[in-house]
């Protein structure tokens, strides 16, 4: 049974910063791209990053990049995502997705889910 944990969200000042992490179990997890996506209040759900078992990195190309980072330990099965310098606007629900194969935008290539994680920047 495949399980997708998200952990590390809260309440943050903005200008602060926030590490999200994600573990995954029953998959092959070197095997396993693993993305984070996001939903505001009254917003659909949008990409923000992925990581393909590899290493190789997707981000969102608007306001996250140079601002969020997104790593994997593929001895720990875990993933996580460094937000720095926040703002109002990255309040959101945060969702860990898992895929076989490697990272993509598309939010349809992800098979597993997790809960979701709040993230809520005040001002």
């Known amino acids: 049974q495949v399980q997708v944990i998200e952990s590390g969200g809260g309440l943050v000042q903005a200008g602060g910063s926030l590490r999200l992490s994600c573990a995954a179990s029953?998959?092959?997890?070197?095997?396993?791209?693993m993305a984070w996506l996001r939903q505001a209040p009254g917003k659909e759900r949008e990409f923000v990053a992925a990581?393909?078992?590899?290493?190789?990195?997707?981000y969102d190309t608007g306001s996250v990049k140079g601002r969020f980072t997104i790593n994997r330990n593929n001895v720990a099965n875990t993933m996580w995502l460094q937000m720095n310098s926040l703002a109002v606007e990255d309040t959101a629900i945060y969702y860990c997705a898992a895929a076989e194969g490697w990272a993509s935008q598309r939010q349809r290539s992800y098979e597993y889910w997790g809960q979701g994680t709040q993230v809520t920047v005040s001002s």
């Open positions: 990581i393909s078992g590899n290493g190789d990195r997707l």
């Open positions: 029953g998959l092959t997890f070197v095997n396993t791209a």
